[in-house]
């Protein structure tokens, strides 16, 4: 361990993001956010964890939680994330995370997580009965960032306020304690074709996994008998394809489909408009149905096989915890040395 940070980071992008590990992972995380990953991982250093301490701040059945990190891992590894080019780790095996979340609590206001969108709409209208953790997500969120000192962070559009929390946080850092650029302002990376996908039976609401519908998504794990079911029932209209965008625009069902088509076969909208333009969904959901199980069955299955058997997974974590906690302790001694603790 080193009070400085190794020399040939300094100046270089690193890319921080993580999952948390509730609930299935489905192609809108896959399009929005993985993908990402297995692009990036070429580009800049990259640390891809899963989110322990934050799945805790709703309630998690403590006998699962284990296998949930893993299910995550097995999907970022099929889906293409290299674990000898990136750093896969989970969250709770690097405790400068927490560590740093608390001096992170003392720098944020209350008036910034007052405005937090994510918060109020996951504690609807009991916010007294949430976790006081879950108010606090977002600070645990800039500390996942910046004990790696990341410049960029894959994530889909619902985490553009958390991210701008975080650049607020490492500046207010920066200038208390008089060390400007000491926590870089990392960016949100969100562009991209599959920024937005939505549910497969409202196109006005996204994707998610807390859709009681299982229909509305697809989900990694699902078969192809399963996602090819899903594809058919989708909710649409009676309408043809037209042969341009700005026609999509009211019919948000078909613009959803048209977009999976579109990032799921990696060109535009607009190229798959020229095709499909005229069909109608008799004729594009049998394509679309296809394309996605070529594209999401494999990943099902190596997720299978890789969940068979844990020891790979747990080797990868395990190797991942040591090189993610060597990255943050530098910074995270220097931070106790800035803020003046007495043990550090
Ligand atoms: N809040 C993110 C989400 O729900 C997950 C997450 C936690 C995260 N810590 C992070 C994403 C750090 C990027 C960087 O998607």
């Not at 990392?186 to 497969?200: D, F, T």
Request: charged residues 25%; contains cysteine; neutral net charge.
């Amino acid at each position: 361990m080193t009070d400085e940070a190794p020399a040939a980071y300094v100046g270089q992008k690193r890319i921080v993001s993580g999952v948390q590990p509730t609930g299935d992972l489905h192609l809108g995380n896959y399009l929005g956010a993985l993908i990402k990953f297995v692009r990036m991982q070429h580009e800049m250093e990259t640390f891809i964890f899963v989110a322990d301490l934050h799945a805790l701040t709703e309630w998690q059945d403590p006998a699962k939680l284990k296998d949930q990190v893993r299910e995550i891992v097995a999907a970022f590894l099929a889906v293409g994330v290299d674990p000898k080019i990136a750093t896969i780790f989970a969250q709770s095996s690097v405790p400068a995370h927490a560590e740093l979340a608390w001096i992170f609590n003392c720098v944020a206001r209350l008036g910034w997580l007052d405005r937090m969108t994510q918060f109020k709409d996951k504690a609807g209208k009991h916010k007294e009965r949430s976790s006081v953790g879950l108010y606090t997500y977002p600070v645990l969120q800039a500390a996942d960032i910046l004990a790696h000192k990341a410049t960029h962070v894959p994530v889909g559009e619902d985490q553009r306020q958390h991210l701008e929390l975080t650049r607020d946080i490492a500046a207010k850092f920066n200038h208390d304690f008089d060390r400007p650029g000491f926590f870089p302002l990392a960016e949100a990376v969100v562009q991209g074709p599959g920024a937005r996908i939505m549910s497969l039976r409202d196109g006005k609401v996204k994707m998610s996994k807390s859709d009681p519908s299982d229909y509305s998504r697809i989900n990694l794990t699902d078969d192809a008998e399963a996602i090819s079911q899903k594809v058919r029932k989708a909710r649409t209209d009676a309408e043809p394809l037209p042969d341009n965008l700005e026609a999509l625009k009211a019919r948000p069902e078909a613009e959803n489909l048209v977009g999976v088509y579109a990032a799921l076969s990696g060109v535009t909208a607009e190229v798959v408009l020229k095709e499909f333009a005229g069909q109608g969904f008799g004729a594009f959901k049998p394509k679309l149905a296809d394309l996605a199980v070529s594209v999401m069955g494999p990943i099902g299955a190596e997720m299978r096989r890789l969940l068979a058997d844990k020891g790979e997974i747990d080797r990868i974590l395990a190797a991942g915890g040591e090189k993610a906690r060597d990255t943050a302790a530098p910074t995270l001694a220097e931070v106790k040395k800035i803020v003046g603790y007495w043990a550090g």
